[in-house]
């Protein structure tokens, strides 16, 4: 037997009469499971392996969903084992559509998901707290010069990620190499002209000796990631190739209506562009947003996103990416539904919104910033230093050659009693980090924030209290504390001794925000 608690659970929708409902659903259980009849199961397997159906429920519209736990290890922690496992031989059935899948922690986290998730491309942008705005390449059978010029001209116009269209594909690999060079050159040229990065995505598809010569030439051009279409090339291809090359991967949904467009059969799209496309290692996930050319739902538009962010074991959540037809007018709309955490597809309506493609990025971007207003960190281009350096310490916790400042001049957020001194990073040395040391007098405290980026807290005198959502830890001398991604959290000092700590941070981040 199996238990809803550590098995997966998957939740199908079924059309047959009413009084054929269990003997159906029994025989999707063994199905998936064992395939065979019953009377040669042991009772060993019976136990092990058989699916067990937990549940049948009358649905108002006729039809009749099905629940059936699955043990766990069936899925042999792997992607494209649990995508078998959960409609591979029922997919044969007819007016059988899996609406749900429920995944064990353990399970979730064994298979893993993103490598870079939603904050590591935000920390290899410097884009925080805002949507982003993504074009395309395309059409195919342009020419190099025009391919360049689109990307350079988007980039100019303040665009975050530009990805190639699915259709790019060439004859042979020097066809390959050529246009691929060609626009990643535009790119970082561009990108270095304005001052920030843009994320380049290429199309890599084949097989073989051909695809592997793409994506090295892809890592020694020295980009960050690739579009890949999972449901043409694999599931679990495309997680593994991502993985290996350490690139981040946007998931691509050609095929994925075959799956998802039909009522009474296929799969439903946050099963498949959510959850299935996350733990297929998708850091960006496209789909057909709501209301432009190719359109969802309203509510299947938000099902996608919440599978794409819900807590999945340790998976890091991935970027939605509505497609399919948004246009300016619907940005307002858009980022009122998707929020700060999503990249926004514009396409063909970017291409065909005026004459140039500058200005007309540049309004886009108005609108995305008018709507959502965030942070954007530009690269540093302060003189550094590779000196080394020593600061020797002084009786009063303090540097030498290091000034105590007040911790925040603004009130915006509140503090009292604090002060801070910058120690590395601040003085042009070589980091990507920014060490500072901290001071709170009896009664101090900092401000009550979130943020995107990480701190990590090393008690140096004296005691105090991290309270992190809403749990109060108590820091003393040598005790470290790991602050995530967008906790709410504050120092206090509760005592009557001064609490000093170390705080260690990106040194490119984004500002804070209310708790």
């Known amino acids: 037997m199996t238990t809803s608690s550590s098995a997966i659970v998957a939740t199908y929708r079924i059309h047959c009469p009413v009084e054929q409902a269990a003997a159906m659903a029994r025989a999707m259980a063994w199905e998936q499971t064992v395939e065979v009849v019953e009377s040669v199961v042991s009772e060993q397997v019976r136990q092990q392996t058989v699916g067990e159906v937990l ?40 007016r059988v559509r899996l609406e749900h899948l429920q995944i064990p922690a353990q399970l979730a986290t064994s298979i893993s998901g993103p490598c870079y998730g939603i904050n590591g491309i935000r920390e290899l942008l410097g884009i925080y707290a805002r949507p982003m705005l993504a074009t ?20 100019a116009g303040g665009g975050d990620v530009l990805k190639d269209d699915q259709n790019l594909v ?34 890599v598809t084949g097989t073989g000796d051909h695809l592997k010569r793409c994506l090295e030439l892809v890592k020694s051009l020295g980009l960050d990631g690739v579009l890949l279409c999972p449901w043409i090339m694999g599931l679990g291809n495309c997680k593994q190739l991502a993985k290996d090359f350490e690139l981040i991967y946007m998931a691509h949904p050609a095929l994925a209506g075959t799956f998802t467009l039909p009522e009474k059969h296929g799969i439903d799209a946050a099963v498949l562009n959510g959850t299935l496309s996350r733990l297929g290692g998708a850091d960006i996930s496209i789909f057909p947003g709501h209301g432009g050319r190719i359109t969802s739902g309203e509510s299947t538009c938000s099902h996608i996103q919440h599978a794409l962010s819900e807590p999945l074991g340790e998976c890091l959540p991935s970027f939605p990416c509505p497609a399919g037809g948004n246009t300016l007018e619907l940005i307002p709309e858009m980022l009122d539904k998707y929020g700060e955490n999503s990249i926004l597809l514009v396409g063909g309506a970017l291409l065909a919104h005026g004459p140039d493609l ?57 503090h009292a009693n604090a002060s801070r001194t ?34 990590v807290i090393i008690g140096v005198h ?25 906790s709410r959290h504050q120092l206090r000092n509760d005592g009557n001794k001064a609490f000093g700590f170390y705080c260690l941070v990106d040194r490119y981040r984004d500002k804070p925000m209310p708790a």
């Open 55 to 94: 549940n049948i429920k009358h649905d108002p519209d006729g039809s009749l969903l099905v629940e059936i736990s699955y043990p766990a290890h069936l899925a042999s922690n792997q992607i494209g084992q649990l995508f078998n496992l959960a409609y591979g031989n029922v997919s044969l059935y007819p």
């Open 358 to 414: 500058k200005n007309s990025t540049h309004e886009y971007m108005s609108r995305i910033q008018d709507c959502y207003p965030g942070r954007m960190q530009l690269v540093n281009t302060e003189k550094q230093t590779t000196a080394p350096l020593i600061l020797k310490s002084t009786a009063d916790h303090g540097w030498s050659d290091r000034e105590k400042t007040v911790y925040k001049t603004e009130q915006s957020l509140p």
């Open 422 to 455: 910058e120690l590395i990073g601040k003085h042009q040395q070589q980091t990507n980090f920014e060490l500072r040391y901290f001071e709170l007098e009896p009664g101090g405290y900092t401000s009550h924030e979130r943020h995107q980026h990480t701190h």
């Open 170 to 203: 060439e004859t042979d690999f020097e066809q390959f190499r050529e246009r691929v060079t060609g626009c990643a050159n535009a790119v970082e040229a561009a990108a270095q002209k304005r001052g920030r990065p843009c994320l380049y995505l290429p199309h």
């Open 462 to 486: 004296g005691a105090g209290h991290l309270i992190i959502e809403q749990q109060s830890h108590l820091l003393q001398e040598q005790d470290i504390a790991y602050i995530p991604p967008l």
């Open 136 to 155: 395309v390449i395309k059409p195919r059978g342009e020419s190099l010069e025009y391919y360049r010029r689109l990307a350079t001209d988007f980039i």
